[in-house]
């Protein structure tokens, strides 16, 4: 008998659950309906396969099991339009759909999740269960709100895209810059949610981190020709190269400078600078591109010091004309802190309003302390502990406090 | 054809003068031409103001009748007008054209059973 175990199942489903789901869903018309038959076929599949063996193609076996499943249910329930709409797939043809048409309707998916009907924690919610293929209690867990409250977020959203009409289809061209932008921004939502959680363990945080990256290749594969699709993906390849170096034994938060650089993920590296220098060619830059060169600009440097830092305000400079926000502009000033001294970084800073974050603080902090000036540098450690909401970085301001006020 | 319901959120106060609304009516007029012209037009009608309202409910046998709006709030829906659309993003698209001409927020919301 073959050897086929429960997590031969699993792996296939995390897998191909959002592929197959997608294109059921363009058969059916109903991302429910298309669900329940996905998970008609997963159960299959886990009393077949350990009998008959896992076949060839599983993923497209579960998407053609998934379809017979549908038009079994449908004629069961046997209403008038359900055998007509039974009718309607077994005319559609029977072999599993070739690539190409895959990827338009995972395409559909990610844009009809990411409606900007939709409230934007609902469009995270739902591109992670039905593009990612996370289960319920998964993303509950990763946002920390109880698997009931979640589940019940995602029928309310599914219950809207099909009452309201959301439509199951790519963006026609000229509405499909702000559209991208959108689906851009859920994918780097869930991306700084695993990086950044204002609370939460770190196993959760790391998961969702992998699972923006997988999302962000997966938009890579689906839009090549994207400028910005590769931007993103290059910016969270080499923000996740630092992962292990992010994070001291204690679990505490080491700040960019302080990284040991060796620890470093030189593939991801490798990887996310290609990708920017594959985007500066074409001459299109966005947003993610030039946070993506950025970034770049810092994984050049084999340390701190070598950092280009005229190189990282320039960009700072096209990145804050491209999106005037006053978070860029605060960046933008701890760049002009090591071009220009923290002098005038501290102008620019004290002119900026950013209420209720705990960054403006904690920067205002770290260049008075570099200015000498410790005891209104502790009171700015306590306007950012005041905000701080992420145990580590509280422990690191926490840290850095206590230099000054000791000093 | 699915019909959705575009409410328009006016603000409670004075009318505007006639040179702010003349302007308004007129883009207001030029946008329900162009959806008779799609054949996307219900129906359409603008309301007095809400101060106007009265609210009738049920208690018990009987029912009670009160002073209006149902709902206190500083806005309320001044007018509405009900498009067929083929899905959300079309009538979207002339939920933006209303708020343009209007330059008020407008509330898109499928209606459930038409000609109910």
Redesign the interface.
Same mark, same amino acid.
Request: net charge neutral; aromatic share 0%; glycine share 0%.
């Given at each position: 008998m073959p050897d086929v175990r429960t997590p031969d199942v699993e792996a296939v489903f995390r897998e191909s659950y959002g592929r197959a789901v997608a294109v059921l869903t363009r058969l059916l018309g109903d991302i429910d309906a298309a669900e329940e038959a996905v998970q008609d076929a997963f159960l299959t599949a886990v009393q077949r396969w350990p009998v008959d063996g896992v076949p060839p193609s599983p993923a497209g076996w579960i998407v053609t099991t998934a379809r017979n499943r549908a038009i079994d249910r449908l004629r069961r329930e046997s209403t008038r339009i359900d055998r007509y709409r039974a009718a309607a797939l077994l005319a559609e043809p029977g072999p599993p759909p070739e690539e190409g048409a895959v990827r338009d309707d995972r395409l559909r998916m990610l844009f009809t999740c990411c409606?900007p #009907?939709l409230a934007p924690a609902t469009r995270v919610a739902l591109t992670l269960r039905l593009v990612g293929g996370l289960s319920t209690a998964e993303i509950a867990h990763a946002f920390l709100v109880p698997e009931a409250t979640m589940a019940q977020r995602l029928v309310r959203a599914k219950t809207k895209i099909r $009452? #309201?009409?959301? @439509?199951y289809?790519v @963006?026609t061209e000229a $509405?499909l810059p702000d559209r991208l932008a959108g689906v851009l921004a859920v994918v780097y939502l869930v991306y700084t949610a695993g990086h950044t959680a204002s609370a939460g363990d770190r196993l959760v945080r790391t998961d969702l981190c992998a699972e923006a990256v997988r999302l962000a290749r997966e938009l890579a594969g689906l839009m090549p020709d994207e400028p910005e699709v590769l931007g993103l993906l290059a910016l969270v390849l080499l923000s996740e190269s630092r992962r292990a170096a992010r994070v001291a034994p204690d679990g505490s938060l080491v700040p960019l400078r302080e990284q040991d650089r060796t620890r470093w993920d030189a593939d991801l590296v490798a990887e996310g600078q290609e990708l920017v220098r594959h985007c500066l060619r074409r001459g299109t830059p966005g947003p993610y591109q030039v946070q993506a060169a950025i970034q770049a600009v810092h994984s050049d440097a084999p340390t701190a010091a070598d950092t280009d830092w005229r190189q990282v305000l320039a960009l700072y400079d096209h990145l804050l004309a491209l999106n005037p926000s006053p978070v860029v502009a605060l960046n933008r000033a701890v760049a002009v802190a090591e071009v220009d001294g923290p002098a005038v970084a501290l102008a620019l800073v004290d002119a900026l309003d950013l209420p209720r974050s705990h960054l403006l603080p904690a920067v205002r902090a770290d260049l008075l302390r570099r200015l000498g000036r410790d005891t209104e540098a502790a009171e700015a450690y306590d306007d950012a502990l005041a905000l701080a909401g992420n145990a580590r970085e509280r422990a690191f301001l926490e840290r850095r406090r206590a230099e000054v006020a000791g000093g | 054809m699915p019909q959705y319901l575009l409410s328009l959120i006016q603000p409670d106060g004075p009318v505007p003068p006639p040179e702010v609304l003349e302007p308004i009516m007129r883009d207001v007029a030029a946008v329900t031409e162009r959806m008779h012209a799609a054949g996307a037009w219900v129906f359409s009608a603008g309301l007095h103001p809400a101060e106007t309202a009265t609210v009738v409910r049920p208690a018990g046998e009987d029912f009670l009748v009160t002073d209006g709006p149902y709902a206190e709030a500083k806005e309320h829906v001044g007018g509405f007008t009900v498009v067929e659309a083929e899905d959300l993003d079309a009538a979207l698209a002339w939920g933006r054209e209303v708020a343009r001409a209007t330059t008020l927020p407008v509330e898109v919301r499928p209606v459930a059973s038409p000609g109910v």
């Open positions: 409606h #009907a $009452d #309201a009409r959301i @439509p289809r @963006p $509405d | -």
